[in-house]
């Protein structure tokens, strides 16, 4: 796979490569210029691998910079098979692998979805390798059916959620532009009675800059395992100081 890589490299091939990249939708707004040089190429092990379930969303965020999010088509299992199988193959699988499935909102693909997933890569992987699977979620869908699930799984969760509704629901609503924060907190209020554990993703923005201290004694309130803050990016010169 790589040696095949590092000869289209050295035939000039790398830009119909790129051309090729960006006709996916994840990649359409960005460029990213890369220097490669092809004889001292070396790959690290995956630790960290990132599934995309499907690009829909339930909630359609101010800030999110993700195309095609009521694009209702699901990643068929295939996908998932082969791209482990061939890691697997190339011998690029740490022992320990986290498996993040983020999209759009993971939890719209159905449960029995998901058992297809982790049955493939459980078949492909068998004890070699410890596979821990990570969802990160708005909440919002998440029940007592999807906490058995969880549990029955092991899945590790992170709740996306900005702080007190005036600061969450600003950016955080639904396709017909009601705020959400109600809706993640029964979430929030599901895991909590299941006894799951779950960490918080807020992300910081114009909305969030005078509200430090609500927004983390709000999120404190809840008591996940950990706290986590994305900044929100914008082109060009941040004018505001944090």
């Known amino acids: 796979m790589w040696a095949g890589l590092r000869e289209a490299l050295r035939a000039g091939q790398i830009a119909n490569s790129l051309a090729k990249l960006v006709?996916?939708?994840?990649?359409?707004?960005?460029?990213?210029?890369?220097?490669?040089?092809?004889?001292?190429?070396?790959?690290?092990?995956?630790?960290?691998?990132?599934?995309?379930p499907s690009p829909f969303c339930n909630l359609n965020c101010s800030y999110c910079y993700l195309p095609d999010r009521q694009d209702k088509r699901v990643m068929d299992v295939d996908i998932v098979r082969t791209t482990v199988r061939r890691l697997r193959e190339e011998k690029l699988l740490e022992?320990?692998?986290?498996?993040?499935?983020?999209?759009g909102e993971p939890t719209v693909v159905r449960r029995e979805r998901y058992a297809e997933y982790f049955a493939a890569i459980k078949e492909i992987l068998g004890n070699s390798c410890e596979v821990v699977h990570h969802f990160?979620?708005?909440?919002?869908l998440i029940d007592d059916q999807w906490c058995d699930f969880i549990k029955e799984h092991q899945i590790a969760v992170g709740v996306s959620i900005d702080?007190?509704?005036?600061?969450?629901?600003?950016?955080?609503?639904?396709?017909?532009g009601h705020g959400t924060l109600g809706k993640t907190l029964r979430g929030i209020k599901a895991l909590k009675e299941n006894e799951i554990e779950f960490h918080?993703?807020?992300?910081?923005g114009d909305r969030s800059l005078d509200h430090a201290n609500e927004?983390?004694?709000?999120?404190?309130s809840l008591k996940?395992?950990?706290?986590?803050?994305?900044?929100?990016e914008q082109e060009g010169i941040q004018s505001r100081p944090f």
């Open 136 to 140: 990160q979620t708005n909440a919002t």
């Open 215 to 220: 927004i983390y004694d709000f999120l404190a």
């Open 200 to 204: 918080t993703i807020s992300v910081i």
């Open 163 to 176: 702080g007190p509704d005036y600061v969450h629901n600003y950016s955080r609503k639904s396709w017909s």
């Open 23 to 52: 006709r996916f939708p994840y990649f359409r707004q960005r460029w990213c210029v890369l220097t490669i040089n092809p004889d001292r190429m070396e790959v690290s092990p995956v630790q960290l691998l990132i599934f995309q």
């Open 95 to 103: 022992p320990a692998v986290s498996i993040i499935w983020h999209a």
């Open 224 to 232: 996940p395992c950990l706290l986590a803050f994305n900044v929100e």
